[in-house]
């Protein structure tokens, strides 16, 4: 098993940068890919991107690529986000989950852990 805690989120600019972390504890983190989900008010959960248990390999939505960056440290424990070039509509509920396949998979019902989530508001 691995817990998750996402961190990081917070007001920022359009145009600005922010950097969520998501920390785990338990099984070795080595063993998980892992998938970021944003969820906007009265919108379901939506796929951002993703990155395979050793970051060989990462995945984005078309309407992030180019600014959204997704990187690992399985030494740390920790998986970033780092986001840039932020628009009002990246404005949501961001959550990190935990899944034991080896690459990136979209479906939320793919991962089996989530973190408590951690808000992202953009304003213009």
């Known amino acids: 098993q691995v817990q998750l805690v996402e961190s990081g989120g917070g007001l920022v600019q359009a145009g600005g940068s922010l950097r969520l972390s998501c920390a785990a504890s338990?099984?070795?983190?080595?063993?998980?890919?892992v998938g970021w989900f944003r969820q906007a008010p009265g919108k379901g959960r939506e796929f951002v991107g993703g990155?395979?248990?050793?970051?060989?390999?990462?995945f984005y939505v078309d309407s992030v690529k180019g600014r959204f960056t997704i990187s690992r440290d399985n030494a740390k424990n920790t998986v970033y986000l780092q986001m840039n070039s932020l628009k009002p509509e990246d404005t949501a509920v961001y959550y990190c989950?935990?899944?034991?396949?080896?690459?990136?998979?979209?479906?939320?019902?793919?991962?089996?852990?989530w973190g408590q989530g951690t808000q992202v508001t953009v304003s213009s």
């Open positions: 990155i395979s248990r050793n970051g060989d390999s990462t």
């Open positions: 989950a935990a899944s034991m396949r080896v690459g990136v998979q979209t479906t939320p019902s793919s991962y089996f852990y």
């Open positions: 338990g099984r070795s983190f080595g063993s998980y890919a």
